[in-house]
T-cell receptor, first 113, second 118 residues
């Protein structure tokens, strides 16, 4: 059974810092991996989706990498801003592609102005 | 991206009553819908998977007679919490995916429904 782990559970950084969030998964046979953002009391916002054949995806200040063989993904946030404060969730979709996403517990990020 | 709506966004009910939550895919046909539950400061836990026209498949530990799921059309799935109790209070999030098109198998999430049972 797929298990997804996110480290650290919480992170507090000053504004402007670059930071890395880590995600690991136990079964490397994945269809894709996705990073989400969740604000308190709200739903999910999809940030980046990496297909199993891809190594990374970029969107603005965000860059996500995928090393399928080692079961790891990282989310890099450049020049962090207070508006980036939220919980970031990593989720993995297994094979076949219609299996459900399995989520990690998330990293709660606080960016201090 | 595709849009998924949920209704209601929040609901408060008395213990023992039933609550129905609707999940709609607004601009695509959802062959598969997933229902997740999220307790405070916890991650999303899958409750069940439903394919249009078929019975839902429930995860271990989820009571199928308590959480009734209907996926009668390609754009609508409902989750009914029967005889709700305070321990059922949670954030319920649906997700929908299609089996075709450019977003093949990508899951799109609804905004969630916060259920509080008094």
């Amino acid at each position: 059974k797929q298990e997804v782990t996110q480290i650290p559970a919480a992170l507090s950084v000053p504004e402007g810092e670059n930071l890395v969030l880590n995600c690991s998964f136990t079964d490397s046979a994945i269809y894709n991996l996705q990073w989400f953002r969740q604000d308190p009391g709200k739903g999910l916002t999809s940030l980046l989706l990496i297909q199993s054949s891809q190594r990374e995806q970029t969107s603005g200040r965000l860059n996500a990498s995928l090393d399928k063989s080692s079961g790891r993904s990282t989310l890099y946030i450049a020049a962090s801003q207070p508006g980036d404060s939220a919980t970031y969730l990593c989720a993995v979709k297994g094979i076949p592609g219609n299996t459900p996403l399995v989520f990690g517990k998330g990293t709660r990020l606080s960016v201090i102005a | 991206g595709a849009v998924v709506s949920q209704h209601p966004s929040w609901v408060i009910c008395k213990s023992g009553t039933s609550v129905k939550i609707e999940c709609r895919s607004l601009d695509f046909q959802a062959t598969t819908m997933f229902w997740y539950r999220q307790f405070p400061k916890q991650s999303l836990m899958l409750m069940a998977t439903s394919n249009e026209g078929s019975k839902a498949t429930y995860e271990q530990g989820v009571e199928k007679d308590k959480f009734l799921i209907n996926h009668a059309s390609l754009t609508l799935s409902t989750l009914t919490v029967t005889s709700a109790h305070p321990e059922d209070s949670s954030f319920y999030i649906c997700s929908a995916s299609s089996s075709g098109g450019a977003s093949y198998n990508e899951q799109f999430f609804g905004p969630g429904t916060r259920l509080t049972v008094l």
